[in-house]
Nanobody, 121 residues
Framework: QVQLVESGGGLVQAGGSLRLSCAASGSIVSVNAMGWYRQAPGKQRELVAVISSGGTTNYADSVQGRFTISRDNAKNTVNLQLNSLKPEDTAVYYC???????????????WGQGTQVTVAS
């Protein structure tokens, strides 16, 4: 079993910054892509940013240039630096990772419990 534990959400004024962290633990042989998604009230969950095991990143157009995703492969952690926050960034942010449990199985998707980010105008 694998757990993804997020931290770092909170309330911030527009223009401010936050840093989200996510740590994967449990039965892990390797971790593939790791990413952050968000879901605002009444909206579908959407991709915010993703990073491959090799460090290739991809961002949603709405956060490009403001958010930065990074990871530490040795620690199985992924971070999201959120700068120049806007009220429309308010959402629950979820960590996601593709995890392999053994050399005989494929990657399985795991999700964190979510952390609230609220941006006040």
């Amino acid at each position: 079993q694998v757990q993804l534990v997020e931290s770092g959400g909170g309330l911030v004024q527009a223009g401010g910054s936050l840093r989200l962290s996510c740590a994967a633990s449990g039965s892990i042989v390797s971790v593939n892509a790791m990413g952050w998604y968000r879901q605002a009230p009444g909206k579908q969950r959407e991709l915010v940013a993703v990073i491959s095991s090799g460090g290739t990143t991809n961002y949603a157009d709405s956060v490009q240039g403001r958010f930065t995703i990074s990871r530490d492969n040795a620690k199985n952690t992924v971070n999201l630096q959120l700068n120049s926050l806007k009220p429309e960034d308010t959402a629950v942010y979820y960590c996601n990772a593709g995890v392999r449990h053994s050399y005989y199985t494929g990657y399985r998707d795991y999700w964190g419990q979510g952390t609230q980010v609220t941006v006040a105008s």
